[in-house]
């Protein structure tokens, strides 16, 4: 077997000694690479942020920030990873080293303090810096001033998953909105004309765990039919917490991130099928709002620097009643293709939660794809209610998809989180709706039912009370931004 390896800074780097549930942060700060921080542990702070290329949507090769604290390293053998320290261009004959632009503008514009966090702004500024289709505008061009994306393009949700306790956010703003294009000369720039590392099949074991990645889905599901105890991973979004948090440790972990078979995004005749391994920002740039309630989900879904990893399998595998997509996706009738070695099934999203963090998925199965039919509902919108506006767990969640002929609702479809031990479909609801004109009236009526939908509990989130009362007020929201689109 050949030695897992990951090239850092330009620099073949041997994983071993380091267990297979040893992160990237961890694998890099033992290696001297210490501007890599952790500070929360859980991809909720930004400290750890590191560069990894990834094959890219309108490049071969793009650079994306991922959350260093969460990736295990091995998951990374064979990959290329960029940290703060590899940004710079070394002197020449002992002269100090030449600041990268990202770093020149943070520095000259007093965008560190402490510096804790800085090197973490540093690489998610820098994924942002390096996006192909990042092009700068006149302000005449932009029409209305735009307080999230600046006059160079540059897109200020990239930075949504990074914190700074104590120099602010403006002058970093000042200098994310800063920086230019690439030079014609930067070697990382250049990079990306390159095909990204492909997937290397991995089999690394250190005392009692190993972490696996095989080749092709024939072998994943083969794994899982022969070890039921494997574990599956993709971006490690929620695995890492777990690994940090409450020291998970398991015998064997199976990385199905980079398959094949699970990184396809296909648009049949009757339905659209999106693979379970194609991450969150990967879906959003390449349907480019070509699907509204997935558009209006994604920049509610964590953070870029989750999104860069997280995938839709991801977060319907592990079953939480809070996860963000499944409601969405209830609400647009998907479906999912669960894969074992005996073959293929498709399960409707509806009837594939059956418990809290239980599902119909069998051990020895894992989730190939989601379908979603088409064509796709009239009149859609998600509503996240929250404590933050960004990078933050649901206190409820409520997705719509409403078809409306003629002013008569012919189908409704409505998925909520955070209400019940699973995300579920509001069949009492949907039932209060269709066949009924779309007035105020019916709303009004069905946001009562709506109301009385689940069994929601009180915790330091938010009251049963004040979920159930939210799940009204959607509603009636729905209710009014169709008829202001009408209007207008």
Known sequence: ??????????????????????????????????????????????????LVARPGVNKPTDWVAVNACLVP?????????????????????GTPATLHPVQEEMAVRGGSQCGYCTPGFICSMASEYYRPDRCSHDASEAGEADAEHGPNGFDL???????????????????????????EDDPLAQRR???????????????????????????????????????????????????????????????????????????????????????LTEIERRLDGTVPLLAELFPQFASRLIRNSATLGGNLGTGSPIGDSPPVLLALDASLVLASADGERVVPLADYFTGYRQSVRRPDELIRAVRIPTPLSQVTAFHKIAKR???????VAVAFAVD???????????????IAATPIRSLATEAALEGKPWTQETVDAAARVLRGEGTPMSDHRASSLYRSAMLGTSLKKLYAQTTEAVSS
């Open 157 to 183: 949700h990239s930075l949504s998953g990074n914190l700074c306790r104590c120099t602010g956010y403006r002058p970093i703003r000042d200098a994310a909105y800063a920086v230019g294009e690439p030079a």
């Open 193 to 279: 004309e390159q095909a990204a590392p492909e997937p290397v099949a991995t089999s690394y074991t250190q005392g009692d765990s190993t972490f696996l990645r095989p080749a092709t889905l024939e072998e994943a599901v083969q794994i899982l039919r022969d070890r039921p105890e494997a574990v599956l991973v993709a971006g490690s979004t929620d695995y890492g917490v777990e690994v940090n948090i409450r020291s998970r440790r398991d015998t064997c972990v199976v990385a199905i991130d980079r398959l094949p078979e699970l990184r396809e995004l296909r648009v049949e005749s009757e339905y659209l099928e999106i693979g379970a391994a194609v991450t």
């Open 404 to 418: 409306i002929e003629g002013g008569i609702v012919r189908k409704a479809r409505i998925g909520l989180g955070g």
């Open 73 to 93: 390293a091995a998951a990374l053998d064979g990959q290329e990873v960029v940290t703060a320290e590899g940004l710079a261009t070394p002197g020449a004959d």
């Open 389 to 395: 506006r960004f990078d933050d767990i649901s206190s």
């Open 1 to 50: 077997m050949v030695s897992a390896r990951i090239t850092v800074n330009g620099k073949e780097t041997p994983i071993a000694p380091d267990a297979p549930h040893t992160t990237v942060l961890d694998f890099l700060r033992e290696r001297g690479l210490t501007g890599t921080k952790e500070g929360c542990a859980e991809g909720e702070c930004g400290a750890c942020s590191v």
